[in-house]
């Protein structure tokens, strides 16, 4: 009997419309169009507006799209992992709140959280689902509404992130196609570097917490930099050793989008020509957990089955990882 692996089946994403300009920054926070392109890449970002619109809203579209797309209905879904930094709520679940909104009624489904690195984790977790036989159809969804927890007067923070959500089907596949291997790493030394101050079960929210806008993402970049360039670009050239693939064999390298410099370092690392990466972080900025699957939905149509694709993220926590997988439509 041939061996099972977890196929993606369809992808889509979503970015909310109103687009957020470095010009629009310059007005904002002292800072220049020049400045930010240089050093991150970005000329643009999406953000979600609306009275009551959370993280959750941007999944529906993109889902609702996918299983269009692949012509199944929600209730076919049998597990949702939603990766993503920023819920709706602490609890319940954005899986479960999503799961309702789609109408997944078959589905059970949790939240996953390791920041940027989430999707990847996601994917890799939702395989195993498909591997043992458990599920057939198993939603993989990363997403975050950035703008929810980040401070405009930032300058260090605010330039890099934006909103936006990316979903795909796992299915089982036995012509060999699917995800390979995923090698994934977390440290949390790195806690002091990235992280929210407040908000959870050491800090809960308080009049001094909102005074001193401690609910937003606090980053040391330089430190976040130097680790991302170096973790992210190993673990892309490790999964390639370990699968036997040269420069030639991968055919796409998806990097999660951070920062310009730590993409062309990944890829770099790895012997690729920027023909062979996927980049989209000059619109859409870090969307976190969505930038891998939003890129796979921008080059799908350049997608054929079989291609080999390498994907590579790192975040806070930290965290970090890469996937090997070969693409199955």
């Known amino acids: 009997m041939s061996k099972i692996h977890a196929a993606i089946t369809a992808v889509n994403g979503y970015v909310p419309e109103y687009v957020m300009t470095n010009k629009e920054l310059e007005s904002i926070v002292d800072t ?42 929600a209730e076919e879904i049998e597990l949702i992992i939603f990766c993503t930094t920023t819920p709706d709520l602490p609890f319940p679940a954005s899986a479960n709140i999503l799961g309702d909104k789609i109408g997944a009624k078959n589905a059970w489904g949790y939240d996953l959280q390791a920041a940027c690195s989430g999707f990847i984790y996601g ?11 458990k599920h057939k159809k198993v939603l993989v969804v990363g997403g975050d509404k950035m703008s929810s927890i980040i401070n405009y007067q930032d300058r260090t923070t605010c330039i890099i992130f934006g909103d936006g959500c990316g979903a795909v089907l796992l299915e089982p596949n036995e012509e060999g196609l699917g995800l390979m291997d995923s090698i994934l790493k977390s440290d949390g030394a790195g806690k002091a ?9 050491v800090r809960p929210a308080s ?10 993402v606090y980053q040391e970049g330089q430190t976040v ?40 370092a990944t890829a770099s690392r790895m012997g690729l020509g920027s023909e062979k990466v996927m980049i989209n972080i000059e619109r859409y900025g870090n969307t976190t957990n969505g930038t891998i699957p939003l890129c796979l939905w921008e080059w799908e149509s350049q997608l054929k089955k079989g291609d080999n694709i390498i994907l590579a993220a790192f975040g806070g926590g930290f965290t970090w990882g890469s996937v090997y997988l070969k693409w199955a439509y």
């Open 32 to 73: 220049t169009d020049e400045w930010i392109t240089s050093r991150t890449g970005i000329k643009e970002r999406r953000i979600l507006k609306g009275e009551g619109l959370g993280t959750s809203d941007m999944a529906v579209h993109a889902v609702n799209g996918l299983l269009k797309k692949r012509g199944i209905g």
């Open 123 to 133: 994917l890799s977790t939702g395989a195993q689902f498909i591997e043992s036989g």
């Open 193 to 201: 570097f990235l992280h929210q101050k407040a908000g959870g079960s």
């Open 225 to 264: 930099f130097k680790f991302a360039v170096t973790n992210m670009a190993d673990v892309a050239a490790e999964i390639m050793d370990r699968n036997q693939l040269t420069s030639d064999d991968v055919k796409w390298l998806v990097p999660h989008q951070a920062n310009k410099r730590i993409i062309d």
């Open 207 to 216: 009049h001094e917490t909102v005074d001193n806008n401690e609910h937003v």
